[in-house]
């Protein structure tokens, strides 16, 4: 019913920058938070920024001035700029969406968390 297709992952050396995106797509009648996790090999999923509706965003201590977290509400798309990357950066990046969904149908709502894929990045020293 809805789907998540990120893009953007690849490989580069320290200091370099990717953008990440996620477009959702289906019977979204409304998107509330929208995040990026990322889970590095042998560690646990750990938050990497969101931003909620009102376009209020939050970042881990980690991240704070290199990442940037935006979204484009006509398109249901977040964007993650990531600028002087690290080679601690690097993992498998997941989009985050919590969002309602209505069908037309049965004029059924439900709210509900997705995940994208993920993407990997990758960071050389």
């Known amino acids: 019913q809805v789907q998540l297709v990120e893009s953007g992952g690849g490989s580069v050396q320290a200091g370099g920058s990717l953008r990440l995106s996620c477009a959702a797509s289906?019977?979204?009648?409304?998107?509330?938070?929208m995040g990026w996790y990322r889970q590095a090999p042998g560690k646990q999923r750990e938050l990497v920024a969101d931003?909620?509706?009102?376009?209020?965003?939050n970042y881990a201590d980690s991240v704070k001035g290199r990442f940037t977290i935006s979204r484009d509400n006509a398109k249901n798309t977040v964007y993650l700029q990531m600028d002087g990357l690290k080679p601690e950066d690097t993992g498998v990046y997941y989009c985050?969406?919590?969002?309602?969904?209505?069908?037309?149908?049965?004029?059924?709502?439900?709210?509900?968390?997705?995940w994208g894929q993920g993407t990997q990045v990758t960071v050389s020293s």
């Open positions: 985050n969406l919590d969002l309602t969904t209505w069908d037309r149908a049965s004029s059924r709502v439900a709210r509900d968390d997705y």
């Open positions: 289906g019977s979204i009648a409304i998107i509330h938070r």
């Open positions: 931003i909620t509706s009102s376009g209020n965003s």
